[in-house]
């Protein structure tokens, strides 16, 4: 797997600086603008396109990351999100080793699409990997998202071979993605790989419902309705069955 070459510009949709849901502890979270899916129950369609953001250079980015250093250090670290932050595989690269040099714990966020772009050299300055497999069916994958779930179970096996930490997310969508049976063949594939540090189960919401509409998009699940507790609590026993720790 190659990435290619360190960049020193990418395309930044925003930044938040006291994140809390993407890895362990408190986190400077940077969104990159790019993605390649279209996933019915995105809710940040203003991230899908490159020119959604703005360019920037890493050595503003690594400045402000620099600020929170003292803070984060220990205490969180710094997780590239999107958007598909390997959309940007040489942004991601130089970002990374620069905040392992600042002794920062890592996390890349990822729909694993990409996998192939992140390559050995980008891979040893990731901490942990925040893996959201979106469906375990490859059909319900494609109607979902748009493009094919094979990518995404490569990369996750790339991770487990070399025992790379692992959060695996998966966003429950009634009538969508909350078939059991479906649900407990992820759950077998996840506990076989040895990798995986927690599974996050995740409530469909539709607070980004808004974007859809603002940019003139079909919003295809606006009668979708989140699940019911109980629903989430079955689908987090699936996965607890399997031998698997879910937050």
Not at 54 to 82: D, H, K, M, P
Not at 96 to 110: E, I, P, R, V, Y
Not at 140 to 164: C, I, M, R, S, W
């Amino acid at each position: 797997m190659t990435s290619g070459s360190a960049s020193d510009t990418g395309w930044v949709h925003s930044t938040e600086t006291f994140g809390t849901a993407d890895g362990p502890g408190i986190r400077f979270i940077l969104f990159l603008a790019g993605c390649p899916l279209r996933c019915q129950y995105c809710h940040n369609p203003d991230t899908w396109h490159r020119h959604d953001g703005t360019e920037t250079s890493a050595q503003q980015v690594l400045t402000e990351i620099a600020a929170y250093r003292r803070f984060l250090q220990g205490r969180g670290g710094v997780t590239l999100s999107g958007g598909e932050p390997l959309t940007q595989p040489g942004f991601c690269k130089t970002i990374l080793h620069a905040c392992k040099s600042m002794g920062l714990h890592t996390a890349l966020d990822t729909s694993g699409h990409l996998g192939h772009l992140a390559d050995d050299a980008m891979l040893a300055d990731i901490d942990l990997v925040l893996l959201d497999i979106k469906s375990f069916s490859a059909s319900k994958y494609k109607q979902l998202t748009g493009v094919e779930l094979a990518p995404t179970l490569h990369f996750a096996d790339v991770l487990a071979a070399k025992n790379k930490a692992v959060w695996l997310r998966y966003v429950l969508v009634p009538g969508l993605t909350d078939d059991r049976d479906e649900m407990r063949a992820l759950a077998r594939y996840a506990s076989s790989l040895g990798n995986i540090e927690r599974v996050d189960v995740l409530p469909f919401h539709k607070l980004g419902e808004f974007k859809w509409r603002d940019r003139g998009l079909p919003y295809q699940l606006a009668r979708t309705a989140p699940p019911s507790r109980e629903l989430l609590d079955q689908a987090r026993d699936l996965f607890r069955n399997e031998g698997l720790k879910v937050a």
